[in-house]
């Protein structure tokens, strides 16, 4: 098989999660257990940082890994979902794993993983820990794909655990409320290894103390530390990433070895370059400015409304889509009242309709056109602004992936 029909391969044999939603989510981790004791246990032959959390859990990963390679080391990182190339996800040093890696252990292991029917997140984390100890990284920053307790990611004993956040999101997986789904995401906490969390409710604290504490495990809260790193610049400028640079100086500091600070400058500096890390915040032109950002819950909108609202141009203009697992109800009502809009869909069977997003979006008094492709609303929105309009694309992160794949290709 050529690399493209082995990708097709994996999203047609094994069931993905960001195209069917539910029906891709297996429950337990019986399928991840036989994987990886079919390869060795491989995750056992480098260190592992741990990343969960709501929102800014991809930013966190992307910056400490940034952080390690500047320090010197040979470091893993394993992220999702992928924005133009499923190789996105497996990086050593912000190279993606090659292509003919890819289609060698599909030919070589289905033999194997076929008749066990993973999920093809399942599968990709096996594919990713035997990667990484076949470069002989020094250490791996492995995100979580969803929630924690029972994520295939969860077999790794890191040397670091970080929570980013909790707010609402898979709630149908997770639980109702935020307390249910920090408990979720407490799952990753291991037997006496440190864990640092970015940011705490009253509802969410209590969950991770008691957590904590059963598992004799070190806890430190991000946001009760005093302000980190004031000389440090952050390459990502999202306004949310405030936040999450404190996470990541907070963790840096509690992990078994030192980082010098100017490894941890370079670090903050150079995230975009050293990992490929796209899609937060990231400015794609200028005049008209255009921006875009995988925000894509109403964690991610309370910053991100804000920081649109904030932008000096003549008009706004909004591409917006969303898929049908997310709180579209709570996210239109923080979307700014003064932009023009570009209702769209990501091609994405877990997409809500353009057409449909227009109806909503009129109940909540906003008003644009609806566009079956995310490229044929960005070009709309291209040809009506003028060089001091401000262009956002967003609302999914499936919405920014297709964004990105179409100007790649421009």
């Known amino acids: 098989m050529t690399y493209q029909e082995t990708i097709e ?20 981790l019986s399928n991840t257990l036989a994987l990886d004791e079919h390869f060795g246990h491989p995750h056992r032959h480098y260190q592992t940082i741990h990343v969960a959390g709501t929102n800014g859990k991809g930013s966190c990963s992307h910056t400490l890994a940034s952080i390690l390679q500047e320090a010197g080391y040979k470091v893993g990182l394993y992220t999702s979902p992928h924005l133009v190339d499923f190789r996105e996800r497996i990086r050593v040093n912000g190279q993606c794993i090659s292509k003919e890696r890819v289609v060698s252990f599909v030919k070589e292991e289905r033999g194997f993983f076929e008749p066990l029917h993973p999920s093809f ?21 492995i995100e979580v794909g969803l929630g924690g307790r029972l994520d295939c990611t969860n077999i790794i004993f890191p040397i670091l655990s970080v929570i980013t956040n909790i707010s609402f999101d898979h709630t ?22 440190p864990v640092v969390i970015g940011e705490y409710n009253e509802e969410t604290r209590p969950v991770f103390e008691e957590k904590a504490n059963a598992m004799s495990a070190p806890l430190f809260f991000a946001q009760d530390t005093e302000e980190l790193g004031k000389d440090i610049d952050f390459e990502l400028k999202g306004d949310y990433q405030a936040r999450n640079k404190q996470t990541i100086l907070t963790a840096v500091e509690h992990l078994p070895f ?25 400015t794609i032109q200028e005049a008209p400015k255009v921006v ?35 709180d579209i109800d709570t996210v239109m009502g923080l979307l700014p009242r003064q932009a023009v809009y570009y209702w769209t869909q990501a091609d994405n069977h877990r997409a809500i309709p353009a057409n449909r997003i227009a109806v909503l979006a009129r109940e909540h008094g906003l008003w644009g056109k609806s566009y079956r492709q995310v490229a044929m609303a960005y070009r709309a929105a291209l040809q009506e602004a003028e060089a001091d309009d401000f262009i956002f694309v967003g609302g999914s992160s499936y919405v920014v992936a297709d964004f990105l794949t179409a100007i790649e290709k421009t």
């Open 121 to 141: 997140f399942e599968l990709t984390t096996a594919l990713a820990f035997k990667y990484f100890a076949e470069q002989k990284v020094d250490i791996a920053v």
């Open 9 to 28: 391969y994996l999203y047609n044999v094994t069931p993905v999660f960001e195209h069917t939603g539910a029906s891709a989510y297996k429950e337990g």
């Open 292 to 326: 875009c950002d995988t925000g894509h819950n109403v964690g991610g909108w309370q910053y991100l409304s804000r920081q649109i609202q904030a932008q000096p141009c003549r008009q706004l203009r909004i591409v917006f889509g969303m898929v049908d697992d997310k």
């Open 258 to 282: 030192g980082i010098d600070h100017e490894s941890i400058r370079r670090g903050f500096a150079r995230v975009c370059e050293n990992t490929g890390l796209a899609g937060r915040w990231q």
């Open 172 to 193: 149908g997986f997770l639980g109702s409320t935020l307390a249910q789904i920090a408990g979720e995401k407490a799952g990753i906490i291991k037997q006496g290894v």
